[in-house]
């Protein structure tokens, strides 16, 4: 197979070589080029053909913002990775190009005096989002802890839902901004979502969608107490759980070790919604690189609970959802642009006299003016 072509965008010689090099040394991966802003970028684009693209924010002449804009004019299928700081502005820019279309986002070494610590952090961190955006990165099964009875799905009743917890990595931001603001205001149950962000990155992220969400959306925060209709989003570098308390549901923080590399993880919160509601929980898996989510959605499954995952035709990357399905633990798969009408149907028909849900009235829900 021919190595991925990548072009290095970024207005900081450093970085570019720092890339370079990096990139370079894995045998998967090509630099063909590099620039030092939007519009040389643009110009080599059609000369050098990448297969994908790392883009920095801050460049003079042309920044990373405007040239997106131009290249998902010219080039809409190709996968472009912003390249970031770890600040509150960088944290900001990249949601903002991520709402332009970016198709992922990675973070500078805040250290490039450190050869071998910033090398690294390029190694974990970009190289496999390279791999995943351009589909050289396999699905692979993770073995189970335990069997499931294989009509367990057919077996099941209908739990009263409880609670929704939503998993997602790669494309969640633009994805979430699609299924959230989406659910109603009169919305019975709580939502607890784990989105991969580092710190910064999370709680802007919820205050966008907050912005335009008919339903609370805020950053988790220990001790909250789980009311109807509120979203929380775990924060960055911060596993976040929901534990039983007296007669209350309350949010638990904690900086446990990683797990699937990630922190916050989507197994972690998935597990302790299976521990605090049991049968009453709905799963939701959605796009994402990695195999996050897949011992969690058993958890769910085997205390009773369901999952279902967004397809793979409207995922950016279908590694989580595409494992849950793949390991049998998904009950059904649904585009993007069906998810929170399919959210809210089953959380209303599992809780009682309103069973006759008008799915196309939710569907076409737009999200409310704020």
Known sequence: ??????????????IRRLLSDTLSGDPALEVVG?????????????????????????????????????????????????????????AAATLDALSLGASDYATKPSNTGSPTV?????RI???????????????????????????????RSNPRIGIVAIGTSTGGPNALAEVLPRIPNDFPVPIVVVQHMPPIFTRLLAERLASHSAIPVE?????????????????????????????DWRLNLNQGPQENSCRPAVDVLFRSVAAAYGANVL??????????GVLGAQDIRDAGGDVIIQDEASSVVWGMPGLVHGSGLSD??????????????????????RAHFDLKSYATLEPPAK
């Open 219 to 247: 950053e988790g925060r220990a001790g909250a107490i789980l009311s109807p209709g509120h979203a929380w989003i775990a924060p960055g570098n911060f596993h976040m759980k929901v534990i039983r308390a007296g007669m």
């Open 34 to 90: 590099t620039a030092s802003d939007g519009r040389i970028a643009l110009a080599k684009i059609s000369l050098l053909k990448p297969d994908l693209i790392t883009l920095d924010i801050e460049m003079p002449v042309m920044d990373g913002l405007e040239a997106l804009a131009a290249i998902r004019k010219l080039y809409p299928k190709l996968p472009v990775i912003m390249f970031s700081t770890l600040t509150e502005r960088g």
């Open 332 to 353: 059904a798969a649904y585009p993007l642009d069906r998810l929170a009408a399919e959210i809210t149907r089953r959380v209303l028909q599992s809780r009682g006299p």
């Open 118 to 122: 910033a090398l690294e952090r390029i």
């Open 283 to 292: 799963g939701v898996v959605m796009t994402g690189m990695g195999s996050d």
């Open 125 to 155: 961190e970009l190289i496999p989002k390279i791999k995943a955006l351009c589909g050289i990165a396999p699905l692979k099964l993770l073995p189970l802890p335990a069997a499931r009875p294989a009509l367990k799905v057919q077996l």
């Open 1 to 14: 197979m021919a190595p991925i072509r990548i072009l290095v965008v970024d207005d900081s010689v450093v």
